[in-house]
């Protein structure tokens, strides 16, 4: 591929050749010049990279004639007059001015530009000059997979074998292997993000096995740590995050499963091939696969501005957002598979890879059809769930009957409320609006459009309806039941209400706490009734549940009930009040008025009438404003009237209907949400896509493009489709074409991350990219080899781990040994980068290694594997969602860091300083940084003190009391070592005029901590 | 951790072949990861003579009105009440044009060059022969969070760096015991996009901004300190931990000579250390006199809060921070009374009112202490939003909806010669007509006065070697001094 230029249609040329013809040689001494074969290329390689419409720059275009005309640089038959000769030819003794910045003209290119110019400046019109890309079809890394042939004796076809191959080349040596301490260490957080267990490191220490380093990576590798690390490599690749990003960075509840997705098949070992197929069109070449449905969940990793595909009501902003968009698929595809810059043919031809802007145009057609979305991850797996779900609701319930029968426990009010059967089953903090009875679980805060004194009817059994009163001086009649029930005589309120009616706290409550029960503990439960709001029960209905359950249906309605609650103010103490009401059947039961957080917690016990059907609380708001009036029904039950005795049997029995409980509830739990997942879906018919004259969604131009790939994998064809192709059938033509095993790229990109991976730098450095700006491979037949050797495993990955940690070179001390100094101070003259790789490269951790590390030490990583991620934040549902971190202080917020939920606007302040990317971008290679800020983040972030506090308790339970003692126990879990003499001697020391505490912060901070040999 | 006694200053980049040396000696890896900390190293050098030598940049998010503002257009006012839009084609952000409106606030010519000013401005009417005016600035979007990624980063999509961390990653710090790049966000909380409009993008993490939090002056940056409340630690023990801490990072390295990051390291505690006196004592505003602080307006209910940052900026460039930033409004949380920035759709003259008087109180106060001072002249104040408004009023009310089409931004000091005007938008100011620019070519004049060619400041990533200014950008010469 010599040139890159639009060649004309054979009738153009016979056009150019005639007005050749026409206009004459004017000077016929001279032979005619030919503009496509000897004008153009001068052009080509001169002018254009500055003079495009591309490149405003050079302020005219020289890809066509008109520009050159209009300004008089080029005057046909006069090159006297032509501006463009005096610019190329030097003046007296100064350089030419064009080309700016670059080697001049040759004499002879100048003097065939005179020629061309007298000859008429012919210029046929379809020929368009276009900048060359620097590398083109012949580009090492669009080359087949060449690998030696196996029986020609001199190929020493091993990693250490091509690496000291290499070394010996420039004198270089591989360096000592480094001991066993060092190197379970190293493999550890390689393999599996986390350090070693003392035991661990003693057992392979000590192991006699020559075959006790084979042992352990095979260990590593089955470990279910292991899928959970290489999925944060790969979602740095997908730009992974949990919330859209932009301006209204809106949740992605369920994105946690395409995560999961990749930690399994990581963990199953799925083959490479497969694993990309499944990604970029699971959906399609497997549909009933759940995880490969899954798996698509890649396609819509990235970041999308919801309002500018969805909000805005302009149609041009939404064309904007869905080219950006179709970039981040098309791109994040080529990118990870195939280290492939496409991106940059987005506004014009590629100009250093050969890539045109058409077949961008083409690629990204083949993700046309999709949008982003929310989905069910298939029918069936709905149904499967639901079945499921449905069965061991039905079994908790029948226990909850049972439980309640013996207990006379009642039926708790508050978990109604939170859609639950009245037993510990409603969701916690899910709450009803007063002001249409709709199901919440956000949190809100003063709510609009309110109506007061309007009974919406609620979708729950036991709840009737709720409204929202305004008593109007006692002269309104409000409407509390679905029966048409009223009640009169409540005062005036500010008609104002804030918030749903919760099972729980309402929003931005004072404290869930009263007289010092915190209701949210303990199996208690509190009903959130913020002022102004009024709920009714349909306590009928309960009783006829409790008493089916007592008696089996005899005499059931009819059996006196009890309404039992701790009545308190929740909001904050001081001049706020509020008011409460209690009503049967619109008759009033009690009321409580002017109730202050002073006045503590009001036991309520009333007796329902069995005729009674409905149960109506209503709080409001005093006359001073509603705000603070938060009223909470403590434990808030009705129940039987007549408590049981129990007998031993009794007990026994409940005991183990408990336990059954706890047995389901336990099931429910691994169950988890119902199976949708954030990924795309397909559109019936496939959006035209046309070329985007610079990139510009308002300038398409040209047909309808047919899908298709790159021309420049000569091996391949690149035809995916027609226009007519629907979406499927694209993104698994796609698929199969980047995992053709004649790809030469897919296979050598992924071998190259590994390495890259093990060792800190890849083969080639610039892991995403294998074009002209990239690197060059360090060790091309090493790349190569690698390449092969993944289909000869058949696309396994676990398998090429084990070949390269089982290599001595990546067994190889990163030390620079003082032995033989004189060796490798030559090293470090020939090559400080290490690229040969004569010794490992000293790495240091990541943020979420250094995280995980710390509560691996602290002994309070919690290992809970998959679902959704945790939430170190409290999250506020806004127009503009708002993030808030808080002190991560409990069990479940100290999971792996892979299971975080992660913000894009809002990320991890103590992460990202220490080096976490935006997952904005698809990041190929972690940056590491020193800063004093991050120096200040480990020595007194929260997070840092409460974990070494943690540490220091766990050291003194385990190794008691004796500072010796207390001090190699910590460097132990710290280190993977015993201190030497001289720490041990200065800790001890340390450990005796501070604190142990002190010595365990110290430790978090060490270099040795962060840093791995 | 806690305060170094002796407060000894590392030169930073002492020697000239200490990259050469880090590079070579740091195995290859992270080679960027010695580059000084908190003053950052310059990857640049000064192209050219600088004319200013720090920046502070004011952000107005949500897209003030220019029409109302700097942008004097007397034929919307003649106009005003007749249809903007009357064949019915445009369809903006949120609505349907309504009517034309003209401003809310009566224009008046100001100062020896006699530009032109409304009313919501008094103050800053009374500095505008310091002022440069781009008349003609417009965006590639109408959306905040891809119009505050512009205008901060030159791309519409996130993670690309801020024009702050290009500057540091630069020109790095004159201070070393203060970060280079300090952002100061609306006490209300976060522009539109959030934090990341201040990020690093794909730059090292060094520089990214650091975010100085004025509401407690003796905490003003994250982890400074260790949070109040664990009985454990104390000054005494903080400075003893350290000792020690660093007593074990010597032993480790004497037997890794080779890795020169884990001198860095040991460095970087040595310079947070420092950060713990200097970061307080650089926030202390009541070292300010009563007459300075009368000027900011420091104790006024509402300009008082962005009054406040403004004289933080002036003390922070004082002390050689690079690039300042403050945020004078926050992201659409829940509307109050006042919505929390600039966006007006339903009520332009009670939120433009609102904002504009806080504007108008801590820009002038700026501009004129800085001037006192004597360092306007090598101070670079800019004052920009992400887009404009429209001419038409939003539907029958008295908002406007956004406008990618046509906004003002201002320069001053630093290289800028004040009392001018560059570029036009059209008659009603409903869009630049008259050499149209984009945060571009202001990003390319502000680097240009640093002494910076914008094509020339560049890092690698994913396949291009990105810049500010994307592939665009030509210096503004008609405001330069």
């Known amino acids: 591929m010599p040139h890159r230029m639009f060649l004309p249609a054979p009738s153009a040329i016979a056009g150019a050749v005639l007005t050749l013809v026409i206009c004459g040689p004017l000077r016929a001494a001279e032979s005619s010049v ?96 276009k900048e060359r890309s620097m590398a083109d079809a012949s580009w090492w890394a669009f080359q087949p997979i060449d690998v030696p042939d196996k029986s020609s004796p001199k190929s020493p076809s091993t990693i250490d074998g091509l690496i000291r191959a290499k070394l010996a080349e420039h004198q270089l040596r591989i360096s000592p292997p480094a001991d066993r301490r060092t190197l379970i260490r190293r493999v550890s957080f390689d393999l599996v993000g986390l350090p070693p267990a003392p035991d661990e490191v003693e057992a392979f220490v000590n192991d006699p096995d020559p075959q006790a380093y084979e042992k352990l990576v095979d260990r590593l590798l089955a470990s279910p740590h292991y899928g959970e690390r290489y999925a944060r490599h790969w979602l740095d690749l997908a730009h992974y995050a949990d919330t859209h990003g932009f301006e209204r960075d809106m949740r992605r509840d369920t994105a946690w499963r395409y995560r999961d997705y990749v930690i399994e098949s990581f963990n199953d070992d799925k083959p490479y091939d497969r694993f990309l197929q499944e990604q970029v069109a699971g959906d399609v ?81 083949v993700f046309a059809g999709l949008e982003r979305e929310e989905r069910l991850v298939s029918q069936s797996a709905l149904q499967d769930y639901e079945t499921q779900q449905q069965r061991l609701i039905a079994r908790r319930d029948e226990i909850d009957f049972q439980l309640r029968r013996l207990e006379g426990d009642g039926i708790d009010l508050a978990d109604i409320v939170g859609g639950g059967n009245g037993s510990m089953t409603g969701a916690f903090r899910q709450g009803i609006d007063p002001r249409t009875a709709k199901v919440q679980t956000r949190d809100f805060g003063k709510l609009g459009n309110v109506v007061t004194n309007r009974f919406s009817e609620s979708e729950f059994e036991f709840v009737d309806g709720v409204f929202i009163p305004d008593g109007d001086g006692g002269r309104a009649e409000i409407p509390v039941s679905s029966t048409g029930v009223t009640i009169r005589g409540l005062p005036s309120t500010s008609g104002n209400a804030w918030d749903m009616i919760r099972n729980g706290p309402v929003a931005s409550q004072h404290s869930p706490a009263l007289d010092g ?69 619109g008759l009033k039961l009690a009321e409580f008025r002017n109730l202050k957080r002073d006045d503590g917690l009001q036991s309520i016990d009333l007796q329902l009438a069995p005729s009674v059907r409905f149960l109506t609380l209503v709080a409001t708001d005093g006359g001073n404003g509603f705000s603070h009036d938060q009223i909470g029904f403590g434990d808030p039950r009705i129940r039987c009237n007549t408590p049981r005795q129990s007998t031993d049997a009794q007990t026994r029995r409940i005991a183990a209907l408990r336990s059954a409980r706890k047995h389901v509830t336990a099931e429910l739990d691994t169950l988890g949400p119902p199976p949708r997942f954030y990924g795309v879906v397909a559109s019936a018919e496939v959006p035209e896509v046309r070329l985007l004259s610079r990139g510009d969604p308002e300038s398409a ?60 730098q890849g083969l080639v450095d610039t892991p995403s990219d294998f074009g002209f700006g990239g690197s060059r491979p360090s060790h ?137 990317p935006d997952p904005a971008n698809m990041t190929p290679k972690r940056i590491t940084t020193t800063t004093p800020l991050q120096s200040l983040a480990l020595y007194n972030n929260d997070f840092m003190l409460r974990q070494a506090r943690y540490f220091a308790r766990r050291v003194e339970r385990e190794a008691g009391v004796d500072v010796a003692k207390q001090v190699e126990r910590a460097f132990r879990l710290a280190l993977a070592r015993s201190p030497s003499d001289r720490e041990a001697k200065l800790a001890g020391e340390f450990v005796s005029r501070e604190s142990l505490f002190a010595l365990c912060r110290s430790l978090f901070n060490l270099n040795e901590f962060v840093y791995v040999d | 951790m806690s305060i170094n006694d002796s407060r000894h200053r590392i030169p930073v980049a002492a020697h000239g072949s200490r990259r050469e040396f880090l590079r070579s000696a740091a195995g290859g890896i992270g080679s960027l990861a010695l580059s000084a900390m908190l003053a950052g190293e310059s990857h640049a050098g000064l192209h050219h003579a600088a004319k200013a030598k720090r920046v502070i940049q004011i952000f107005c998010p949500g897209g003030m ?85 512009m205008m901060n980063t030159g791309f519409t999509l996130p993670g690309f760096p801020s024009m702050g961390s290009w500057v540091t990653y630069g020109l790095g710090s004159e201070a070393d015991d203060l970060p280079a790049f300090v952002v100061l966000p609306d006490p ?65 390295r004497e037997t890794r000579p080779a890795n020169t990051e884990l001198e860095a390291r040991i460095k970087a505690y040595e310079m947070a250390a420092r950060l713990q006196l200097s970061a307080p004592e650089a926030t202390d505003l009541s070292q300010e006199t009563q007459s300075i602080q009368e000027l900011y307006q420091t104790e006024h209910p509402d300009v008082g809060p962005f009054g406040k940052q403004c004289l933080l900026a002036r003390r922070l460039v004082q002390r050689g921070v690079r690039f300042v930033q403050i945020y004078c409004g926050a992201e659409n949380t829940t509307a109050k009374k006042i919505r929390p920035n600039w966006d007006s759709h339903e ?82 100011g409903f869009k630049a007509i008259e050499s149209p620019t984009y945060s571009y070519d202001l990003h390319a004049t502000a680097m240009h006065l640093l002494g910076i060619d914008h094509t020339r400041l560049t890092y690698y990533h994913n396949g291009i070697e990105r810049r500010l200014t994307d592939v665009h950008g030509h210096v503004i010469q008609d405001v330069l001094a």
């Open chain 1, 34 to 129: 030919d503009f496509a074969s000897q004008i153009a290329p001068i052009l080509q390689r001169h002018c254009v990279r500055c003079h495009s419409p591309d490149n405003s720059e050079g302020g005219i275009s020289l890809e066509t004639i008109d520009d050159l005309m209009s300004g008089d640089y080029v005057v046909p038959g006069v090159p006297e007059a032509s501006g463009l000769l005096e610019l190329v030819t030097p003046q007296d003794d100064s350089p030419a001015a064009m080309p700016k910045d670059a080697a001049p003209l040759g004499a002879g290119d100048v003097a065939l530009l005179g020629r061309w110019i007298a000859q008429g400046a012919t210029w046929p019109r379809d020929i368009v000059v």
């Open chain 1, 285 to 365: 070449l497997w549909p009933d696969d759940d995880q490969a449905v899954v798996a698509t969940g890649f396609l819509s990793a990235g970041p999308w501005d919801y309002v500018g595909h969805v909000e805005t009501k302009s149609a041009q902003l939404r064309r904007s957002a869905r080219a950006l968009d179709l970039d981040d698929m098309t791109t994040q595809v080529m990118a990870t598979t195939m280290a492939l810059t496409v991106n940059c043919a987005r506004c014009h031809d590629h100009k250093l890879d050969p890539i045109s802007q058409r077949e961008y145009y083409q690629l990204q057609s």
């Open chain 1, 517 to 585: 029960i915190d209701f949210t503990q303990g199996g208690r439960s509190v009903l959130g009734l913020h002022a102004n709001a009024g709920i009714t029960f349909d306590v009928a209905a309960i009783g006829r549940q409790l008493m089916g359950a007592t008696d089996a249906g005899t005499q059931a309605t009819t059996a006196p009930l009890r309404f039992t609650a701790l009545l308190g103010y929740f909001g904050a103490a001081g001049s706020h009040h509020a008011d409460v009401w209690v009503f049967a059947d």
């Open chain 1, 701 to 760: 131009t040209g047909d309808a493009l047919a899908p298709a790939a790159l021309s420049a994998l000569a091996m391949l064809d690149p035809k995916l489709g027609t226009p007519q192709t629907g979406d499927g059938q694209r993104r698994a033509a796609l698929a199969r074409w980047i995992t053709d095993t004649r790809n030469p790229l897919t296979r050598r990109v992924i071998v190259n991350r590994l390495w890259h991976w093990h060792f800190g």
């Open chain 1, 780 to 916: 091309p037949e090493l790349l190569d080899w690698l390449a092969e050797e993944l289909v000869r495993h058949d696309w396994s990955l676990k398998a090429m781990h084990r070949l390269i940690l089982t290599s001595r070179t990546y067994r190889q001390s990163s030390h620079v040994s003082e032995r033989s100094g004189q060796l490798d101070e030559s090293a470090m003259r020939i090559d400080a980068d290490n690229r040969l790789l004569w010794r490992q490269n000293p790495r240091r951790l990541e943020a979420e290694a250094i995280r995980d590390a710390v509560l691996f030490a602290s002994g309070n990583l919690n290992l809970r594997r998959g679902g959704p991620g945790f939430e170190d934040f409290d999250y506020q549902d806004a127009y503009a969602p708002i993030y808030t971190y808080k002190p991560a202080d409990d069990a479940s917020l100290w999971r792996r860091s892979i299971y975080r939920f992660i913000v894009r606007t809002t990320p991890d302040r103590f992460l990202t300083t220490l080096d976490c």
């Open chain 2, 65 to 149: 009105s220019q029409v109302d503002t700097f942008d004097y257009k007397p034929e919307l006012a003649r106009r005003d009440g007749t249809p903007f839009d009357s064949d019915g084609t445009l369809q903006f952000f949120a609505s349907k044009p309504g009517n034309c409106r003209g401003s809310h606030w009566k224009f008046r010519r100001h100062g020896q060059s006699g530009l032109w000013i409304s009313d919501l401005f008094p103050r800053l009417a009374t500095c505008i022969d310091d002022m440069a005016f781009l008349y003609s600035m417009h965006s590639k979007t109408a959306l905040h969070g891809p119009g505050c990624f």
């Open chain 2, 188 to 252: 209300r909380g976060l522009p539109p996009g959030g934090i990341i409009n201040w990020g690093a993008g794909f730059l090292p993490a060094q520089y990214q901004a650091t975010t100085l939090d004025t509401t407690d002056p003796r905490h003003p940056i994250a982890d400074l300190f260790p949070p109040r409340g664990f009985t454990e630690v104390t000054p005494r023990s903080d400075r003893a931990g350290l000792n020690f801490l660093q007593q074990l990072n010597q032993l480790h």
């Open chain 2, 347 to 428: 009520d332009l003259p009670r939120d433009h009112g609102y904002w504009g008087a806080v504007l108008d109180g801590g820009a002038s106060a700026l501009l004129k202490d800085l001037k006192q001072q004597g360092m306007l002249d090598e101070t670079l104040v800019i004052c920009t939003t992400e887009f404009g408004r429209q001419p038409a009023s939003q539907g029958k009310g008295f908002g406007r909806d956004h406008n990618a089409g046509a906004f003002t931004a201002w320069m001053a000091g630093g290289g800028i010669k004040g009392g001018v005007g560059f570029g036009a938008t059209d008659e009603l």
